[in-house]
C-alpha cells in the first residue's frame, strides 16, 4: 500500500528552537518526496523535493530509504514558519498526502 | 492566468441538493487534480485528469461524486444529493506535467462546502 504518515498532528517549539517533523511513507519502489506548506490564509504550496536536495527558508528533509522517512527539519525556529505541513509522496497515478502537521512557533 | 483558480470560494447548501465546484487550472496545466481536505483527515485524493481523461477515479467516495474536465481546462466537481459529511474544504491544483520528477502542483485556494 502507498501512504504517508505524519504522526503528531501539532507540534509547539519556542522561536530559536530546533524543529522536526516526522514522516513515514510505504511505497514499493523509488519514491519522489515532498514537503507542502500552508500557511494561514494562503495557498498550499511546495516547500521543498527531496530529489533537489535543497534549503528552502532555512529548512532540509533527508530521504532514508532505510527507515523509509523523509523527516523536515531546521535548526532555528522562526515565528513566521508557524503553518501547516504536510509530506506528499508521488505514486501511481497520484500524489498521496499525509494528514498534515500544525507547527505553531511559540515567541 | 495568474493561478489555479476556483469558484464559489464558500458554498453553503441543504442536505440533498447538488452542488457544483469549478476549477481552472493554469493555461497549458494538462494534468489537473482534486482533493478533499477536511479536519484531521489531511488531503484525500478525489480524482485527476489527464488532459480530459481521469484514469483513476477510485479515490471518489461515493457514486455520488462525479468529475469532467473539458477542452484540457476546466473542471467540474459534482456532488449530488449532499449529504453533511461532503462538508470540507475541496482543493484543485494542476501541473504542466503528471507526475513528472520536476513537477510540482499548484493548488488553487478551494472551495469551502457547507452542508446544513
Known amino acids: 500500500a502507498q501512504r504517508v504518515t505524519q504522526p503528531e498532528k501539532l507540534l509547539s517549539v519556542f522561536k530559536g528552537a530546533p524543529v522536526e517533523l516526522k514522516c513515514n511513507y510505504s511505497y514499493s519502489g523509488s519514491p519522489e518526496l515532498f514537503w507542502y506548506v500552508q500557511y494561514s490564509r494562503q495557498r498550499l504550496q511546495l516547500l521543498l523535493r527531496h530529489i533537489s536536495r535543497e534549503s528552502i527558508k532555512g529548512f532540509t528533509a533527508d530521504l532514508n530509504k532505510g527507515e523509509t522517512s523523509f523527516h523536515l527539519k531546521k535548526p532555528f525556529a522562526q515565528e513566521e514558519d508557524s503553518a501547516m505541513y504536510y509530506c506528499a509522496l508521488s505514486g501511481t497515478y497520484k500524489y498521496i498526502f499525509g494528514t498534515g502537521t500544525r507547527l505553531k512557533v511559540l515567541a | 492566468g495568474a493561478g489555479v483558480s476556483q469558484s464559489p470560494s464558500n458554498k453553503v447548501t441543504e442536505k440533498g441538493k447538488d452542488v457544483e465546484l469549478r476549477c481552472d487550472p493554469i493555461s497549458g496545466h494538462t494534468a489537473l487534480y482534486w482533493y478533499r481536505q477536511s479536519l484531521g483527515q489531511g488531503l484525500e485524493f478525489l480524482i485527476y485528469?489527464?488532459?480530459?481523461?481521469?484514469?483513476?477515479k477510485s479515490g471518489l467516495p461515493s457514486d455520488r461524486f462525479s468529475a469532467e474536465r473539458t477542452g484540457g481546462s476546466v473542471s467540474t466537481l459534482t456532488i449530488q444529493r449532499t449529504q453533511q459529511e461532503d462538508s470540507a474544504v475541496y482543493l484543485c491544483?494542476?501541473?504542466?506535467?503528471?507526475?513528472?520528477?520536476?513537477?510540482?502542483?499548484?493548488f488553487g485556494s478551494g472551495t469551502q462546502l457547507s452542508v446544513l
Open positions: 485528469f489527464q488532459g480530459n481523461s481521469a484514469p483513476d
Open positions: 491544483a494542476s501541473s504542466l506535467a503528471h507526475l513528472s520528477t520536476n513537477e510540482k502542483l499548484f
